[in-house]
């Protein structure tokens, strides 16, 4: 990770997702470079990138109904892509270390997501 997006990572969410997209991403690389078929593979990174870039627009978003939406889409995003490496991984496309790596990436981006979208809805009915 380069230093200038270190300084921008400033959240958990942020922090969480982000490492979500490069492992997803890393893997994604890899596996074209060994020319593995790429149907599946490229909805899982894509649902992955997806997640990742709807955490970006919460964080700019201007009102808390956008925050929650854009929190809503990741979360959508996220079980996306918890589908599709469900599927990778019960038809062999995945070694199991790297299905271990990136099914608890997931996870712990999930949690984070879902946590976030509670407090914002709890906030919303506060006001």
């Not at 200038?4 to 893997?27: C, E, G, H, N």
């Not at 109904?65 to 990741?74: G, I, K, N, P, T």
């Amino acid at each position: 990770m380069g230093s200038t997006s270190r300084a921008t990572m400033d959240t958990p969410l942020i922090q969480k997702t982000y490492a979500f997209a490069v492992v997803a991403a890393r893997w994604g690389r890899l596996r074209a470079a060994l020319g593995a078929p790429g149907d599946i593979d490229d909805a899982f990174i894509q649902s992955c990138l997806s997640a990742g870039a709807r955490i970006e627009q919460a964080t700019g978003a201007s009102t808390r109904e956008e925050f929650l939406m854009q929190l809503r889409l990741a979360d959508s995003s996220i079980r996306d892509a918890k589908y599709w490496l469900r599927l990778l991984d019960d038809l062999d496309e995945i070694a199991p270390e790297d299905a271990t790596e990136l099914h608890d990436a997931a996870e712990e981006a999930h949690r984070i997501v879902l946590a976030c979208i509670r407090t914002a809805k709890a906030k919303e009915h506060k006001i």
